[in-house]
């Protein structure tokens, strides 16, 4: 049944005084969240008539604007209930990564790896709810590039540097999943089918699919795909992990390497760089954080935000474990591929990889249309093409998402070490978008709140929220150091090995 809303905007009531968010509402959401003060002025006006950047205005009286002005167009964007929400949120999370996870397992060992992704999945719990409620208290953000301006005092090169880390890290997860799809069209055909220039072709058919499944303009019309694209991935990942375990050999089995060997901690000779490598390829699976402001910005009811974040991250914890575990379990470390479809037979990997098509679209169609969105709105904010069907509209709109596209697929084709220079920018950009971010906006909240934690709010909480965000911030700093170094190396090590190949390379990617 479709969803039915009021005619008239929600209204909250304002409250009176701030505090810090406590209680059950301050984790979950729901109508008795407490929205604090502001931490700046608006940064983005809410129409032509509210210009003053020092404007009064309380969040909840300007949500209230936005759902009003937006009541007779024919878009409407703020339409996205808590369940379309977290479709999309599954959609961005129930992806081809998770077949990953059991090959950082055989790095780390079944016991750490299994630590550290319940971990993982709790510090992004964690962050995104600041981050939820940062967006709580300025509803007129769009985006984390207005987030970027306003954490770092409204400075207009916070929003150019963040602007400029959004649109590239966007870009090359699209370029990804060209090669994606290019991967599962050669694996399909194998590496001798006679077709020209094979991968640089299917990488194209790919692109072409890619921009037609990024036409639809909101979010609440993606969550339906979406919500396949979760379904799809799925059944691909069950699928996987049950042939893993009725195969009579993993693939590449040969008496010489023996019977898989399950390890419950790190093989003697495991490398830093191969530790740190396999520690952030369950990180950047985790770290999204990059999209939630302009999923927030679509929802009705932003209250609500929490429970489809809630509900994401317990399926997230049960299925990036049960998945990575087992498949790890039946492969073992001396045949282990990454994504993990590598280490079935033929037959089992072609059936199982398949289901994941939804998702090789989908989830490059997410990043494209949130960057396309980043700029459309700031083309057409106050004009009648962007919540009318209109031809400049949506001939922009169509126009802007092919560019992404076309960069897309011209970057992930182009640079020889694309797989490694994208780790290398998940290093630079992830802890910014996943780590360093919310730290700082975690304590420019409390100081709004009137108690900076660690200083002047002495209660266990303030403390321990207080002592918790510096190890965020540090531990985004050791992403940006650490990470990038083992990101450089690898980059290193496959010049050294010869490995690298050629831009534009016909040869087969396929598994």
């Known amino acids: 049944m479709a969803e039915k809303y009021s005619e008239s905007p929600s209204r909250y009531d304002v409250e009176d005084g701030t505090s810090i968010p406590h209680g059950w509402s301050a984790w979950f959401g729901g109508p008795r969240v407490r929205i604090g003060p502001r931490i700046a002025p ?87 709810i600041v981050l939820w409620e940062f967006c709580l208290r300025h509803p007129e953000v769009r985006d984390v590039c207005d987030i970027g301006q306003m954490l770092f005092w409204g400075q207009k090169w916070a929003w150019y540097f963040t602007a400029v880390m959004f649109i590239l890290n966007n870009t090359f997860i699209q370029g990804l999943h060209i090669l994606i799809g290019a991967k599962y069209l050669n694996t399909m055909v194998g590496p001798n089918a006679s077709i020209s220039c094979q991968t640089v072709s299917f990488s194209a058919i790919v692109s072409v699919i890619c921009w037609f499944s990024s036409l639809p303009r909101t979010f609440s019309m993606l969550s339906k795909l979406g919500t396949a694209s979760a379904a799809f991935t799925f059944i691909s990942v069950i699928l996987a992990t049950i042939f893993a375990g009725i195969e009579d050999h993993p693939a590449g089995f040969d008496t010489d390497h023996g019977n898989p060997i399950v390890t419950a901690v790190p093989i003697l000779g495991t490398t830093f760089v191969s530790g740190l490598g396999a520690f952030l390829n369950i990180s950047y699976t985790f770290i999204g954080q990059i999209t939630l402001p302009s999923f927030i910005a679509e929802m009705r009811e932003p209250r609500d935000f929490p429970k489809a974040l809630w509900a994401c991250t317990i399926l997230e914890i049960l299925v990036f474990s049960i998945v990575g575990a087992v498949t790890y379990a039946f492969v073992g470390n001396q045949y282990m591929t990454s994504p993990a479809f590598g280490s079935l037979i033929p037959l089992y990997k072609k059936i199982s990889f398949s289901f994941m098509i939804p998702t090789i679209i989908f989830l490059g169609v997410l990043y494209a249309s949130v960057s396309a969105r980043f700029i459309f709105f700031r083309i057409f904010q106050h004009s009648r093409h962007k919540s009318e069907h209109t031809v400049v509209g949506w001939a922009s709109w169509a126009a802007i998402l092919l560019s992404t596209w076309i960069v897309a ?56 929220e207080g002592i918790l965000n510096v190890i965020i911030i540090l531990t985004g700093l050791f992403f940006l150091s650490a990470g990038t170094y083992a990101s450089v190396q690898g980059i290193l090590d496959e010049f050294a090995l010869g490995t690298v190949g050629s831009a534009f390379q016909c040869a087969s990617n396929g598994i």
């Open 409 to 464: 697929f011209v970057i992930a084709n182009s640079i020889p070490f694309f797989n490694s220079l994208l780790s290398l920018m998940s290093s630079l950009f992830d802890s910014f978008f996943g780590f360093i971010f919310w730290g700082v906006a975690y304590f420019r909240m409390r100081k709004a709140d009137g108690a900076v934690a660690l200083l002047r709010d002495r209660s266990l909480r303030g403390w321990f």
């Open 42 to 128: 608006q940064i983005v006006p809410v129409n032509e008539e509210i210009r003053d950047s020092n404007s009064e205005l309380s969040s909840d009286a300007i949500l209230n604007k936005q759902l009003e002005e937006e009541s007779g167009n024919a878009i409407q964007y703020r339409t996205c209930s808590w369940q379309k929400t977290a479709a999309l949120l599954f959609s961005e999370y129930i992806c081809l990564a998770i077949m990953s996870f059991p090959w950082s397992y055989s790095i780390l060992g079944l016991v750490p790896g299994l630590i550290l992704t319940v971990v993982q999945a709790l510090i992004v719990l964690y962050t995104s």
